[in-house]
């Protein structure tokens, strides 16, 4: 069964830096886009960068463009997510995210997350 599992989470400095991975398993990693989403305390889950599989292009949103940078090693089955220049505004629980075929349905796997705090 697909597994997701997130690790890299800290409590870091306004201004900091962390590396967040997420081992896959239990699917063709290199043959699906990787994605990771936040949800940040009383908000909702939110769509913070994804990679394609085949051309391993990205793209971000908005709010992390320029300081977020998602990548994947298809030989290992990870994806990661470098953040710099972090902000209080970035505290959140991080999840890694694949979204499959199954069926006629799209289904979405998620990990159990991995909690980002930013604070001084």
């Known amino acids: 069964q697909v597994q997701l599992v997130e690790s890299g989470g800290g409590v870091v400095q306004p201004g900091g830096s962390l590396r967040l991975s997420c081992a896959a398993s239990g699917f063709t990693f290199s043959s699906y886009a990787m994605s990771w989403y936040r949800q940040a305390p009383g908000k909702e889950r939110e769509f913070v960068a994804i990679?394609?599989?085949?051309?391993?292009?990205?793209n971000y949103a908005n709010s992390v463009k320029g300081r977020f940078t998602i990548s994947r090693d298809n030989a290992k089955n990870t994806v990661s997510l470098q953040m710099n220049s972090l902000r209080p505004e970035d505290t959140a629980v991080y999840y890694c995210?694949?979204?499959?075929?199954?069926?006629?349905?799209?289904?979405?796997?998620w990990g159990k997350g991995t909690l980002v705090t930013v604070s001084s």
């Open positions: 990679i394609a599989s085949a051309d391993s292009s990205t």
């Open positions: 995210n694949v979204k499959k075929q199954s069926g006629g349905f799209l289904l979405s796997y």
